[in-house]
């Protein structure tokens, strides 16, 4: 007589066990949802981004003797370094935190796949630095004399660059928060790797200013595409090593 077995009192049932493609989303956005809560209470990451942001446009502005005739040539760069490293700040405090209070060693035990904990960090990264950029973008165009009609083609390209920066800048972020200069490591690591995301990018920004038709320039848009989509899988499937190490 075959005898019946009987589950666990303590065992999960599997119907709590998130399964399939929405349970993967729901893992992603209660790792966004954690960062979030995070930055809420402490404030860190998006003051200091946005002051220093804040700081280099100013600087600029006030440094460079920008007649009109040289406005648009110093604007572009002026923008994306402002960015770069505004975005370097937050991405170097992005894992810091969670590796002094013990955070991370639990999302690595805990039963979540790899990709999952960096496409949550990724997408945490992208807001954040997304909106340091819904309130320096606006400075930047009344401090360099821009059209605002120039606003919805440059939020496009700016989006674009950021996601591409997040993506190859968290995954460098999990590398240099396991060295003991991780604040020089980070920069020293991911520049030399976005030249061609910054490269179009200031290229598209450039056409933007000067009116230039995105016909014009639709190479160095394929280009910033491409960098998002090759670099970002590339992250992803090199995540899991990378944190395990």
Request: with cysteine.
């Amino acid at each position: 007589m075959t005898e019946q077995v009987q589950p666990l009192p303590n065992s999960i049932p599997t119907s709590a066990v998130p399964r399939g493609f929405g349970g993967y989303v729901r893992k992603v956005l209660a790792i966004v949802g954690k960062d979030i809560a995070t930055e809420i209470r402490t404030k860190e990451m998006i003051s200091a981004m946005f002051v220093f942001s804040l700081l280099i446009i100013f600087i600029f502005n006030f440094t460079f003797d920008l007649r009109a005739e040289n406005l648009q040539t110093v604007a572009p760069g002026v923008l994306w370094v402002a960015i770069a490293f505004a975005g370097m700040l937050g991405l170097s405090r992005s894992f810091v935190l969670e590796r002094d209070r013990g955070v991370l060693d639990g999302l690595l035990l805990a039963p979540v796949d790899r990709s999952a904990i960096y496409f949550g960090k990724m997408i945490g990264n992208v807001l954040f630095i997304s909106l340091v950029e819904l309130f320096i973008l606006p400075i930047f165009v009344i401090l360099f004399n821009q059209a605002a009609a120039t606003l919805p083609l440059l939020c496009g390209v700016v989006i674009l660059g950021t996601i591409g920066f997040a993506g190859v800048g968290t995954l460098f972020s999990a590398m240099a928060v396991h060295t003991r200069a991780r604040e020089v490591m980070l920069p020293i690591m991911l520049f030399p790797v976005i030249v061609p995301l910054l490269l179009a990018a200031v290229r598209l920004t450039s056409a933007i200013l000067d009116n230039i038709p995105l016909a014009e320039v639709s190479h160095w848009l394929a280009l910033l595409i491409a960098f998002d989509a090759i670099f970002i899988a590339a992250s992803f499937m090199l995540f899991e090593y990378v944190v395990e190490e």
